[in-house]
């Protein structure tokens, strides 16, 4: 079966985020890229059902400037036979992402597409679910197992309470959880071999999606900060200062 | 401006969430409306007819809806919701699940996790880890929006007397089913909107040294959570992990144990009213955020706390 793994190109998840003066985003200049990291989960989770004979072709997809092509890359390194990059500069909200995965899924037709269940830059855990919406598909979010028998796939979710595990019918969608399975690294011959891999690039009117944002962002602004307290010498001090300073116990 | 609210429960009570939900929906300002979707959730919807504010309160009691799936949630609530100019859920499990299918069935965009309303289409949201907070406004007709829980003061659970309105309204997309689930039991206080919290980390070392924490918390009437380090080895199952991509959570008192303060777990923390942090490392981030914070070996310290805490509650 084919499987459809998207990734997004993001801030390093340890680059510490500065807000731009001006209050219009944060500052990427210069700033360290890196794949995000649910979509690492994703990838690997698609390079195992590989392994086990499960997938037999692993597509991945990315929707992003030219740059993007280095997450591309490091998935085909990981293990994803061909890529397809949405090369575009514009601002991609997630409705918009997930209309040109919707084109992508029905050119491909994969039987699984996995996803991150949030990219670390805007947070907002959507396209995976809007995707499996204009697609008809089921969707098994904040992943921690899947496992695929027959035409059916069982996913076991991190849910508020616990656990919860669902029955989708294939093709399906995934998006990934932290615990889901720990990413590999890439081999140096293995980067040197997915530099020969195929990648398509297209356009988002190749597809004949509009991407124009419905969201516009009036400014960002640095969160208000928490001033460092005291440090108290002992225990009996701290409960002390807990019940009689901040009157909180 | 009509407002649809989409309760958050477990088919016998209402969860505080949901008039946190509410509240937000007022700084919206209009008729709120509390769809209540779920299976033999009569109770729940007797509950929601009560919190102030509450104009109607809409109930789909059917199968489909009795596991919040979300493939069926979302064609309810895209259907029941498209007449409205807003539809917002608490951003927990269940609404981060089937809202975006809402939003993508309808058309529109989905604005996640708002902490704050600025206008009827303005909001304010964390992004980046909550490392920026950004004011986003909206051009589509139906505003499909998430509510941070703990960035809003619930409304009174008591007090209302909305209408009933049963609806018949079954969708049920037959792309999933519910298998199984495992529920952390617990009588301490829910980790979302406890008033105390107390965390461990890595430093813990293992499960049982958690139920140090326990026996802590207990004499408070505190909530135990975790880092996602303490919940990755095993230590405490997931529904403990608070952060960027756990539980947000913003009690009176939060105390983290043996955690360093990694942005990821600041970003579900660091609205807490009071933060205290016991670690060994003088140099570890989590004492920036700290009100209160002693630099001592935690195997040491818990125990002493207990007994102190013994003295004074
Ligand atoms: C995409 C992504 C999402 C993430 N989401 C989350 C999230 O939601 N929540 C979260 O928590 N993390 C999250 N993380 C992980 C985060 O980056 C950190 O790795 C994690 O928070 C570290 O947990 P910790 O503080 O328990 O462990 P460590 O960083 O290892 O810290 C352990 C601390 O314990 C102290 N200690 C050890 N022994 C003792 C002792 N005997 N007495 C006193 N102190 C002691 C040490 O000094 C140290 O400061 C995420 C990471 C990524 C990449």
């Known amino acids: 079966m084919k499987v459809l793994v998207a990734v997004k190109r993001v801030i390093d998840y340890n680059v510490k ?178 530099k020969k891999k195929p990648l398509d690039n297209m356009s988002p009117a190749d597809l004949g999606v509009d991407i124009a944002p419905r969201l516009s962002t009036l400014k960002v602004e640095a969160p208000a900060s928490r001033q460092a307290g005291v440090k108290v010498a002992d225990v009996a001090e701290l409960v002390d200062k807990l019940k009689n300073e901040a009157k909180v116990i | 401006m009509s407002i649809l609210v989409i309760a958050e429960h477990d088919n016998s009570s209402l969860k505080q969430a949901t008039l946190n939900v509410v509240a937000a929906a007022k700084a919206i300002g209009g008729d709120i409306d509390v769809l209540v979707a779920g299976e033999n959730c009569g109770a729940v919807a007797e509950a929601a007819a009560k919190a102030e504010g509450v104009n109607k309160v809409l109930v789909a009691d059917n199968a489909a809806y ?53 206008s009827e289409d303005t909001f304010v949201r964390p992004i980046y880890a909550g490392n920026a907070i950004a004011t986003v406004k909206s051009s589509d007709s139906i505003k499909v929006v998430t509510v941070r829980p703990t960035a809003f003061d619930p409304v009174a659970a008591e007090g209302g007397s909305a209408a009933v309105e049963q609806l018949d309204v079954v969708k049920d997309a037959g792309l999933s089913q519910f298998v199984s689930e495992e529920l952390a039991k617990s009588d301490r206080p829910d980790l979302a909107s406890a008033g105390i919290v107390v965390s461990g980390g890595r430093g813990m070392q293992n499960g049982d040294n958690f139920k140090m924490l326990e026996q802590v918390a207990d004499l408070m009437g505190a909530a135990v959570g975790a880092s996602r380090a303490a919940v990755d080895a095993g230590f405490v199952p997931n529904d403990m992990q608070v952060g960027q991509t756990g539980k947000i959570v913003a009690p009176q008192l939060y105390i983290a144990v043996g955690i360093s303060g990694a942005i990821q777990h600041l970003a579900g923390m660091s609205d807490s009213k009071v933060i205290v942090a016991i670690n060994k490392d003088e140099e570890a981030p989590i004492f920036q955020v700290a009100d209160y914070g002693l630099v001592a070996d935690l195997f040491e310290a818990v125990p002493q706390l207990e007994e102190e805490l013994k003295k004074v509650m």
């Open chain 2, 66 to 118: 009795g596991h919040f799936l979300g493939e069926n949630l979302g064609e309810l609530v895209a259907e029941v919701g498209k007449g409205y100019s807003h539809i917002l859920a608490a951003a927990g499990t269940v609404g981060k699940d089937f809202m975006p299918r809402v939003a993508a069935l309808l058309d529109v965009a989905q604005v996640s996790d708002i902490m704050r309303v600025e």
């Open chain 1, 17 to 194: 985020v500065r807000v731009k003066p001006d209050n219009t985003g944060v500052d990427l200049a210069n700033v360290k890229m890196a794949m995000n990291p649910f979509c690492e989960i994703a990838v690997e989770e698609a390079v195992r059902l590989k392994e086990k004979g499960v997938a037999s072709e692993i597509v991945v997809v990315s929707i992003g400037p030219k740059a993007s092509q280095e997450q591309i890359r490091t998935a085909l390194a990981l293990g994803a036979d061909r890529g397809i990059h949405v090369e575009t500069d514009e601002e991609v909200q997630s409705l918009e992402a997930a209309k040109l995965l919707k084109a992508v899924v029905e050119k491909e037709e994969p039987k699984l597409v996995i996803l991150g269940k949030q990219s670390i830059d805007s947070d907002n855990n959507q396209t995976g679910q809007m995707l499996a919406a204009l697609t008809g598909m089921g969707q098994g979010t904040f992943a921690s197992e899947v496992v695929v028998e027959g035409d059916k796939v069982n996913v076991t979710r991190e849910v508020d309470g616990g656990l919860m595990t669902v029955a989708l019918n294939l093709p399906a969608v995934v998006t990934t959880d932290l615990r889901l399975n720990e990413p590999r690294y890439a081999s140096l011959p293995n980067i040197m071999k997915a």
